[in-house]
């Protein structure tokens, strides 16, 4: 157990809905990740907050889109689904700041099933 | 860019080594190694920094050569539990947390 929380862990929805993840870091960390994790694209980062604010992004779709709250969790919002949004979709969290990197450790993923 | 794993998957008996290699075409800062089973969250292995530094767990070793954009990760008397797939992770300049990660190696342990 890593100690980083995701929930749902199932979702199946249709075409055109919304859908919010929600992820819970480890205690003490400070940063949070998404990942998108499917057969043909492999693991691909999506975007990092730190402390509330994003640090990075990567091929987040528009349609995406996250953010830290003051506790610290995230939540990523998908919207306007697609049948290739289908996925499995890892949070991670790490205590990094802008002083290097740092292990992440991932929560154990929320699988979404498109129809 | 993606870094590219070599090879994509390997079988051993228990107790054989492996090598698993990954190459960058882009200048590094650091390399991380996770290990995922199936149908679970990747787990953290190693981080190779730029200049030699290194954190991870004490059965695992590895190797970053910056001039070469590569890294290695060594498995050593290999047991059941390191079957799984293994991703190296890439971070260049100073996002440090965007990682890019490679399609991973597909290990198979037999007894």
């Known amino acids: 157990d890593s100690g980083v929380t995701q929930t749902p862990k199932h979702l199946i929805t249709a075409t055109g809905q919304r859908v919010t993840l929600r992820c819970s870091p480890r205690?003490?960390?400070?940063?949070v990740y998404w990942y998108q994790q499917s057969l043909d694209q492999g693991l691909q980062f999506l975007i990092q907050?730190?402390?509330?604010?994003?640090?990075a992004k990567g091929n987040i779709l528009e349609r995406f889109s996250a953010q830290q709250f003051p506790d610290l969790h995230s939540e990523l919002n998908l919207s306007s689904l697609e049948l290739g949004d289908s996925a499995l979709y890892f949070c991670?969290?790490?205590?990094?700041?802008?002083?290097?990197?740092?292990?992440?450790?991932f929560g154990p993923g929320t699988r979404l099933t498109v129809t | 860019q993606q870094p590219v794993q070599s090879p994509q998957a390997v079988i051993l008996r228990e107790g054989e080594d492996a090598v698993i290699n990954c190459s960058s075409s882009k200048a590094l800062y650091s390399v991380h190694w996770y290990r995922q089973k199936h149908g679970e969250a990747p787990v953290f292995l190693m981080i190779l920094l730029k200049g030699g530094e290194q954190k991870g767990h004490d059965k695992i070793s590895a190797s970053f050569n910056e001039k070469k954009q590569q890294s290695s990760l060594y498995l050593t008397a290999s047991q059941l539990s390191y079957s799984g797939t293994y991703f190296c992770g890439t971070a260049g300049g100073t996002s440090y947390g965007k990682l890019t990660f490679g399609q991973g190696t597909i290990l198979t342990v037999h007894p």
């Open positions: 205690s003490g960390d400070l940063s």
């Open positions: 991670a969290s790490s205590a990094q700041g802008d002083s290097g990197p740092y292990e992440q450790y």
């Open positions: 907050y730190y402390n509330g604010e994003e640090r």
